[in-house]
């Protein structure tokens, strides 16, 4: 009895400390929040402005287990973005082409997985046009570089801290 009661204890414990409790409109994706912002699509700087008066910031993706799970998540949260807009996060080589940064100060990885391809050709690829990130909807929500100025959805994080 007493070993059957502490295993119960034991799972409950593991489900809160695996599962982040987040604020509204955050949802738990393990231990990160996240809010797909599907009011309006808004500009990248919009965007971020948008999530910060959320408490958050637009996302940062350090891992691939990371990126998997959100992507799960915008598939199966049923709010993929709809029509052609994609989902602006927390990435730019604005100001400096090329030198990819999350919002939170740490380098962005390159390559695969997280960048996608266009026509073969690898992502980032619009130079000194395109210098903010989106998870492209046309691409399976792999990192492609967009232009700041263009129009996606702002795909929030909570907690992050900005250094950018
Ligand atoms: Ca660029």
Redesign the pocket.
């Known amino acids: 009895m007493a070993h059957k009661m502490r295993c119960l204890l034991l799972a409950a414990f593991t489900l809160v400390a695996t599962r982040a409790l987040c604020p509204e409109p955050y949802e738990a994706v393990k231990s990160k929040c996240y809010y797909l912002e599907l009011e309006e699509p808004r500009q990248w700087d919009e965007a971020r402005t948008r999530c910060q008066e959320l408490d958050g910031d637009l996302a940062v993706i350090h891992t691939c287990d990371d990126l998997g799970d959100l992507v799960r998540h915008i598939h199966m949260s049923q709010e993929e973005a709809p029509f052609n807009f994609s989902f602006f996060v927390g990435g730019t ?2 100001g400096d ?2 030198a ?1 940064y999350w919002v939170d100060g740490t380098p962005m990885n390159m390559g695969l997985p997280y960048w996608g391809q266009t026509d073969g050709v690898h992502e ?1 690829s ?6 903010c990130a989106e998870l492209n909807k046309n691409n399976r929500y792999y990192i492609h ?1 967009g232009e700041c100025e263009k129009y996606a959805f702002a795909l929030c994080q909570y907690g992050v801290v900005a250094k950018l």
Do not use: I, L, S, V
Request: aromatic letters at 8%.
């Open positions: 080589d604005r082409e090329g990819w980032p619009g130079g000194e046009e395109q210098n570089d």
